[in-house]
């Protein structure tokens, strides 16, 4: 009787890597004497220094798999350690083809630690149940912000007609952003490895103007908002 292996694999949210970072994850392989292979932004590195060759400010790509033979047993058996920090379908994970396997179980719990404090503070922001809330939300805001024009633009009420329309265009342009930026944030923004160390990162604007774009868009769309309002209402 034989146990049937299983595989696992975990996943992370959003991350946000640096260069010492890499380094370290490559230094736990080689003082376990392990075999492995690197890849960064589409290049096969032959050892982690070839990184400082990638003349970017920052990568969105790398992944190292590591190799295990079992070449005393009959027939020969590999296993497999594969970290991919890049846009997949999964996101960022570490996967382990054998959850039995000990000793790439210690390699993966090393590896994860070192991945894990490099989880970004803004991750929490693109959860599903953020979503949903935070179009709930943004809902109430829409409502909001109408009565607050009906209060303070105007000397007569908005029409009953006029105020609806004005909380479903508001509450379009709001949502729509909001899903686009979280759009983008699992895609385009899931992982950034900066190539340069962590205590040489860039500065706060730089780093988080995901953020601040997304803070100035929803401003932006309540000031077109009340200009629209304005106009609508004059034209009454």
Do not use: C
Not at 142 to 155: D, E, R, V
């Amino acid at each position: 009787m034989e146990k049937i292996r299983k595989s696992t694999r975990k996943l992370y949210p959003i991350i946000r890597m640096y260069k010492d970072d890499l380094k370290e994850l490559v230094d736990v392989l080689e003082k376990a004497q392990q075999e492995f292979e690197i890849t960064a932004d589409g290049y096969k590195l032959a050892n982690i220094t070839e990184i400082d060759n990638i003349s970017k400010p920052w990568i969105r790509e790398f992944s190292i798999v590591v190799h295990q033979w079992y070449r005393q047993e009959t027939p020969t058996r590999l296993e497999t350690l594969n970290l991919q920090l890049g846009y997949e379908i999964l996101g960022p994970n570490i996967y382990l083809s054998d959850d039995s396997d000990t000793h790439l179980l210690g390699l993966l719990s090393r590896l994860d630690s070192i991945v894990s404090k490099r989880k970004s503070k803004i991750r929490f922001l693109v959860s599903y149940w953020t979503i949903i809330i935070g179009s709930i939300f943004l809902s109430f805001l829409a409502s909001i912000l109408t009565n607050l024009i009906g209060q303070q633009l105007y000397p007569h009420p908005i029409q009953p007609v006029t105020y609806v329309y004005i909380i479903w265009a508001l509450d379009i342009v709001l949502i729509t952003l909001w899903n686009i930026w979280v759009y983008y944030m699992k895609t385009k923004r899931h992982v950034i490895i900066y190539l340069t160390d962590f205590h040489s990162r860039p500065r706060f604007l730089r780093r988080n103007r995901d953020v601040i774009l997304l803070i100035l868009g929803i401003v932006l769309s309540g000031l077109v908002s009340l200009i629209v309002a304005k106009l609508t209402t004059s034209g009454h």
